[in-house]
Nanobody
Framework: QVQLVESGGGLVQAGGSLRLSCAAS????????MGWFRQAPGKEREFLVD????????DYADSGKGRFTISRDNAKNTVYLEMNSLKPEDTAVYYC?????????????????WGQGTQVTVSS
């Protein structure tokens, strides 16, 4: 069982930056592929990026490529999402998720545990 808690969301102006954190409970954090998703009002949950267990591999969706950076610190049981050059269309609730299988995946149904989400609002 893994519990995930996101933090770092907030209100930022267009062009600004935010760093999201997702802290995981338990001692098996390094056994999970970690992903970031987001969901805007009235839209489906969208994959952003995921990172392999040791952080050696990542996969970015086009929406965040070049602007978002995922990283993880297994010693701190935490995964991060650095977001730069934010746009109003990045406004959404951002979720981290953990996947027990040892492969990257863009499919939300492949993830076993989810955080409660953190709101990111980008003003124009």
């Amino acid at each position: 069982q893994v519990q995930l808690v996101e933090s770092g969301g907030g209100l930022v102006q267009a062009g600004g930056s935010l760093r999201l954190s997702c802290a995981a409970s338990g001692r098996t954090f390094s056994s999970y592929v970690m992903g970031w998703f987001r969901q805007a009002p009235g839209k489906e949950r969208e994959f952003l990026v995921d990172i392999s267990r040791r952080g050696l591999s990542t996969d970015y969706a086009d929406s965040g490529k070049g602007r978002f950076t995922i990283s993880r610190d297994n010693a701190k049981n935490t995964v991060y999402l650095e977001m730069n050059s934010l746009k109003p269309e990045d406004t959404a609730v951002y979720y981290c998720a953990a996947r027990g299988q040892d492969s990257l995946s863009r499919q939300s149904h492949d993830y076993d545990y989810w955080g409660q989400g953190t709101q990111v609002t980008v003003s124009s």
